[in-house]
């Protein structure tokens, strides 16, 4: 029996490994990936047959699954997101084993929210506004139909937004640290982003590991519980404190590029968390 991390080259995995492998010393930990890099096993999850034979040889006792997709183009998110989530559920049932499950969700599955709705709880209507946000709410869906329908042991986090290194340009830490790090080279003489007036939910990568595992040890089969700060804040402030732990200021950032704001339909002044439900799974 072991701990199977998937999508572990993802940026969410690298951020919490470290504590996984602490909280979990005792056990076997497992990480999946798609390259074959030293200390990964490699498996296309949106291939049954390959998870099917992975899970068969694993016998997992607890899946972490990362694994996913934010392109935000409907057919590599459906298949990253979605149809991985049910080769992994299908091939359960089909070996009759039972292990524990924590899904990764995402805010974006609320979607289009009022600010009289913050902080945003679990029970809060879900409207998505991007193609990425529909195959996650789609995923916690079907997470949440294989928990009623085949007693399948799953519980799904939802997270807000995560401050740490590593993760993906297509997020705003991402690509803000991606611009730092191509500033302090000299390959480009000023930073670039969009609205920096909204205010979201950030958390740290060790809040984040902590409220996970807090999930995957004590959560209910089937619920759905928020991982995030519960607090909002500016992302002007948020860029101004990510510039000062790289020994920077605001003098480096240009003109706002009206091409990378989003439309007004989509744009949502304000987001965060209500993590009332996770912590109460503190005891």
């Known amino acids: 029996m072991a701990i199977l991390v998937t999508g572990a080259h993802g940026g969410v995995a ?4 470290d504590r996984i492998r602490q909280y979990y010393s005792n056990e076997e930990i497992v990480l999946l990936g798609r390259r074959d890099d030293l200390g990964y096993l490699r498996c296309d ?7 099917k034979d992975v899970l068969s040889e694993i016998q997992p006792r607890l899946i972490f699954h990362f694994a996913g997709s934010a392109t935000n183009t409907l057919e590599v998110d459906y298949s990253n997101n979605v149809v991985s989530s049910k080769n ?12 524990r499950i924590f899904s990764m969700g995402s805010a974006a599955e609320y979607g289009k ?4 709705d ?7 209507h879900t409207f998505p506004v991007s193609f990425y946000g529909m195959t996650k709410l789609m995923q916690t869906q079907i997470s949440q139909y294989y928990a009623r329908t085949h007693g399948l042991n799953i519980v799904t986090g939802r997270m807000f937004n995560l401050k740490a290194r590593g993760l ?3 997020l705003f830490v991402g690509r803000l640290q991606q611009q730092i790090e191509k500033y302090i080279k000299g390959e480009i003489s000023s930073l670039t982003f969009g609205n920096l007036k909204s205010q ?14 807090l999930i995957a040890e004590k959560g209910s089969s089937g619920e759905i519980y928020n991982i995030g700060s519960g607090q909002a804040i500016y992302m002007e402030e948020l860029l101004k404190e990510v510039l000062e732990e790289n020994g920077l200021d605001m003098s480096v950032v240009g003109k706002t590029d009206p091409t990378l704001l989003r439309s007004h339909a989509h744009e949502i002044p304000i987001i965060y968390a209500d993590i009332s439900k996770a912590l109460e799974l503190r005891g």
């Open 14 to 17: 690298q951020a919490v490994l």
């Open 45 to 51: 999850l949106t291939n049954k047959s390959d998870v």
């Open 88 to 99: 992994i559920y299908d091939a359960i049932v089909e070996l009759s084993i039972n292990p």
């Open 113 to 116: 929210v009022n600010e009289s």
């Open 118 to 124: 913050n902080p945003i709880n679990e029970r809060c």
């Open 168 to 170: 993906s340009d297509r």
């Open 200 to 213: 979201r939910d950030y958390i740290s990568a060790s809040g984040a590991a902590e409220l996970i595992i």
